[in-house]
């Protein structure tokens, strides 16, 4: 299930709600597809201030590899 965040984000000094689809959770971070961005993004543990669980499914991409991933 998609998933809708409060997150914090350092670069803009701003807290938003996103939607999400998680792809590989990690125990410090998420690495999940952001509808607000439409991109993958890595979001980091400690700025999630709120989660909510939504009634939306989907698939990680055939394709996704972790390794893709660029920090």
């Known amino acids: 299930k998609k998933i809708k965040i409060r997150y914090y984000s ?3 000094d701003e807290v938003k709600w996103r939607k999400v ?3 590989q959770l990690g125990s ?3 690495i999940a597809f952001c509808y607000l961005r439409n991109e993958e ?15 939306e499914n989907y698939k990680i991409p055939k394709n996704w ?7």
């Open 41 to 55: 993004r890595t979001f980091v543990m400690n700025r999630i201030q709120q989660a909510a669980l939504l009634d």
């Open 10 to 12: 350092l670069s803009s």
């Open 65 to 71: 590899e972790p390794e893709s991933i660029v920090w």
């Open 21 to 23: 689809a998680i792809y």
């Open 28 to 30: 410090d971070f998420i």
